[in-house]
């Protein structure tokens, strides 16, 4: 019972992750033309939910999940490799943790993990840009600006995520 | 009496619409903006448009709402088309190649769109507990309809942490001060409401007895 309650609770809490993820998302829609200022959020909630879940699949979960209600609520562009966006992120964020052990205690390995959240978007970039067919010499320049905008934004998403987990295990709520 | 009591009585089987319409689009939708993505030929590129429209006639898409987003196409035009005269310098052809390529990321993003605004919540909701597992389908259905309320109460959070003097206005941003207020003042407490909030559904959904008896349910029962 008690376990099970806990996986639910779990699952709720990633579930509110995602949706709130894309909702922000929408909300926030910033005309800021600066390309990847979206993964401010995504790399924020994608980490959250890795450090508050324990689970090694929990950001992948998120990621999953916003990319499903993403392609079905039809935002953005890239159709149902729209989904890559927000899974190779995700997974990128649940590998990094995987390998840094106690990264939840430093703002340095955060923003590694942010890092790799950036990069992780650029790859789905090439990918919809190679579906596109579009010429390599500009494909790699289109994805390049853009995963350089992500990579930055994905940074300074990460970077606010140490402190409310430190706040959260001081209240001992972890 | 007995007159009056069965005109306000609720009707006892609420109308459901059937719900394999609902997965045909869906199924479409995916094929169509794969398809979209994948025709690398005007040829293809203009049978998938055609294809596109007809999608949207057939779902009945309010168009309103699909004329609003075809400002998307302009900028991202503009973008590609820089890159492309960038790298292989000025042409028609590339012009041609250019503006192929900006149609189909533009058609990809439309069946989906189109999807989204012939969907009801109902419809989407007996889907989700067909296609997904039923705790998956469970939670996503609670996430989305909670969210809203959710995010007033951050919408309250804001407004309380403004009166209390923390630097959250947006020209506040500029500074590093206004980034640390919004993650402890801002981010902390939404943080914890959420999940004070999923706690509190997970009991109450357990406590109803949540998995419920056979798959395909829809939880709490319809």
Known sequence: ?174 | MNRLYDQFRPSSTPYIPPVWPAGLKLVAATVLAAFALFSRTWELAGLSALLVVVFILVCRTPLRPLLRKIWLFGPQFGFILGLYILRLGPGWSVVSEALRVSLQIWLAFLPGLALYHGLSWTQARRLAHILLPRQTAFVLCTAVISVPLLLREFQDIYQVQLLRGARLRPRDLLRLAGWKDVAYSLLFPAVVQCLNASAQIAQAAELRGFPGVRKGDVWPYE
């Open chain 1, 1 to 174: 019972m008690n376990k099970q309650h806990h996986a639910l609770r779990n699952a709720l809490f990633l579930g509110f992750c995602a949706v709130l993820l894309v909702s922000m998302k929408i909300l926030f829609r910033w005309h800021l033309h600066i390309p990847g200022h979206s993964m401010l959020i995504v790399s924020f909630f994608l980490i959250l939910a890795r450090g508050v879940v324990p689970g090694k699949l929990s950001a992948s979960t998120v990621g999953l999940w916003a990319g499903l209600m993403v392609v079905v609520l039809g935002l953005g562009k890239g159709g149902p490799l729209q989904m890559c966006k927000y899974v190779f992120p995700a997974l990128f964020v649940d590998i990094g943790a995987r390998l840094l052990p106690n990264w939840t205690h430093s703002l340095w390995t955060c923003a590694l993990l942010g890092v790799g959240a950036g990069l992780g978007k650029t790859g789905a970039n090439l990918l919809v840009d190679w579906a596109v067919g579009m010429e390599t010499g500009v494909l790699f320049l289109h994805a390049g600006l853009k995963g350089l905008g992500a990579v930055i934004f994905s940074l300074l998403g990460s970077l606010l995520v140490p402190p409310v987990l430190t706040r959260l295990r001081a209240h001992r709520l972890l």
